[in-house]
Nanobody
């Protein structure tokens, strides 16, 4: 069974940091990419970052470039996103998925999503 489990959300003040984790199981981790997505209240879901596990290629949406860093620990089948200099507009439910919507990623995908973790940034 394919599973993705996010953790690490919480409440932080503007300028602070959070590190989210996405633990994956049930599929060959190295053959896929992991996308981080977020959905804020009243807004559409957007892709925040993507990492190709095999070659560690990454991409970020413009609004988080220079503030967010995505990494993978292949031994633990886990992807992390370190989120620094957080802003109130980063407040959202963050999801990881075994797919990316970025055009550059043309590898394997599974339409499997985690349950989400809420990150709240207070002003």
């Amino acid at each position: 069974e394919v599973q993705l489990v996010e953790s690490g959300g919480g409440l932080v003040q503007a300028g602070g940091s959070l590190r989210l984790s996405c633990a994956a199981s049930g599929f060959r981790f190295d053959d896929y990419a992991i996308g981080w997505f977020r959905q804020a209240p009243g807004k559409e879901r957007e892709e925040v970052s993507c990492i190709s596990i095999s070659d560690r290629t990454t991409s970020y949406t413009d609004s988080v470039k220079g503030r967010f860093t995505v990494t993978s620990d292949n031994a633990k089948n886990t992807v992390y996103v370190q989120m620094n200099r957080l802003k109130p507009e980063d407040t959202a439910v963050y999801y990881c998925a075994a797919l990316c919507s970025s055009n550059w990623y043309v590898g394997n995908t599974i339409d499997a999503w985690g349950q989400g973790t809420l990150g709240t940034v207070s002003s």
